[in-house]
């Protein structure tokens, strides 16, 4: 039986993981949870999954959990440095890093130094500190196994292959909700409008994301340092039904695609199992009920937020932790009213100008220019 830990447990990441763990009582056990403030569901995970410890965004939230659970309660902690524990547990094998953002740096790196295997919902571990993780992982013997759809697919068209016989590897995107909006009305986009994705059900960051590309955007980096791969050998193309995750090309001229249903739970399991399968508990793709699929370019000039992602890896240094973070708060800042849909790539390519990077060696190096972001895009805002 392989024990998991889950980083992120209340999340739609984190409830899907829980029902792959469900549907295979036999082979997968939870040894720990993190979790944010959702404290009605997080009882009801712990009363289903009996996890050793758990731990929760801060200590008012410990005390509910106490209130709530009484005899029932597992060990709880609170904070990064309860995250950070739940991530290196001695029992854990696998841990499932889906903390939303930035937030999910620091306990995936402390998974790595413990040894554990990573199924890697968080994108932006990659976005922030690339580098950073992948020496990690190779320095402690650590498989990293994409959780993303995109990433989990290209994982998998590239099994079996020689990494030099590899073209480049082409990232599919849905196009989110506003794929043929004109110019003019994505200006009046509202938050509520946004939030209506038509294939995904994400989180209302992910989905901001995915209305504006910047979440393919993200994925660009974060498919560099997982596949070691330069920015001009990683394309994106839109792909509105969602049913080619993604696809690498080959020198001889071809491609292998990975094609299933929407659902995450697929490439959940197959980070969950790895190296085997198991069932998910999707649907069956069924191609022809499935229609016609079609592709297109993505237009930057609507969405200049890919753009600002590519230019962010190939500049380098602390750029992309620098775009990651600006991206943060113009998304919340957009959530709470305050700039408008286009307001976001705007603030974040204002940040990266106002930006002067370095290179970072430390982890420490990568959170300060997190920090230096947040503060100055706070400040552009105000």
């Known amino acids: 039986m392989k024990s998991i830990a889950i980083l ?50 801060d200590e008012s939230s410990v005390e509910a959990l106490r209130d709530a659970l009484g005899k029932e309660c597992p060990e709880l902690l609170h904070g990064t440095e309860g995250a950070c524990a739940v991530a290196a547990a001695e029992e854990t094998e696998l841990v499932i890093s889906a903390i939303v953002g930035a937030a999910g740096l620091v306990p995936t790196v402390t998974a790595i130094r413990a040894g554990k295997h990573i199924g890697l919902a968080n994108k932006e571990t990659m976005v922030v500190a690339g580098r950073l993780v992948s020496d990690l992982a190779r320095q402690h013997g650590v498989e990293i196994i994409p959780v993303d759809s995109e990433h989990s697919a290209i994982y998998q068209s590239l099994a079996g292959h020689r990494h030099e016989d590899v073209l480049r590897v082409i990232l599919t995107a849905s196009g989110g909700p506003f794929l043929n909006t004109p110019a003019e009305e994505i200006r009046k986009v509202l938050p509520e409008q946004a939030l209506k994705h038509p294939k995904w059900n994400m989180g209302a960051k992910i989905t901001i994301d995915s209305a504006t590309l910047m979440n393919k955007g993200l994925e660009v980096i974060e498919a560099h340092w997982l596949f070691d791969m330069p920015a001009d050998r990683i394309g994106v193309v839109v792909h509105p039904q969602s049913i080619i995750h993604s ?42 009920k499935s229609g016609t699929l079609t592709f297109q370019e993505p237009d930057t000039e609507r969405f200049p937020s890919l753009r600002l992602a590519y230019e962010a890896l190939k500049a380098a240094r602390t750029y992309p932790a620098v775009l990651n973070a600006a991206n943060e708060i113009a998304v919340a800042a957009f959530l709470d009213g305050r700039i408008g849909f286009t307001g976001i790539p705007e603030l974040v390519d204002r940040t990266m100008q106002a930006h002067v990077a370095w290179e970072p060696v430390e982890l420490d190096e990568y959170i300060q220019a997190d920090q230096w972001a947040r503060k100055t895009a706070g400040k552009l805002i105000a």
Request: charged fraction near 20%.
């Open 8 to 57: 992120g447990s209340t999340g739609s990441i984190g409830v899907s993981t829980l029902d792959v763990v469900r549907q295979h009582p036999d082979r997968f056990s939870v040894a720990g949870m993190a979790a944010g403030n959702n404290i009605g569901l997080l009882v009801e995970q712990i009363r289903e999954f009996r996890p050793r410890v758990v731990s929760v965004r």
């Open 247 to 288: 696809m690498v090309e080959y020198i001889d001229g071809c491609v292998m695609a990975q094609l299933g249903v929407p659902d995450m739970r697929a490439p959940i399991a197959y980070a969950m199992a790895w190296p085997e399968r198991c069932p998910s508990g999707i649907d069956r793709l069924d191609l022809a």
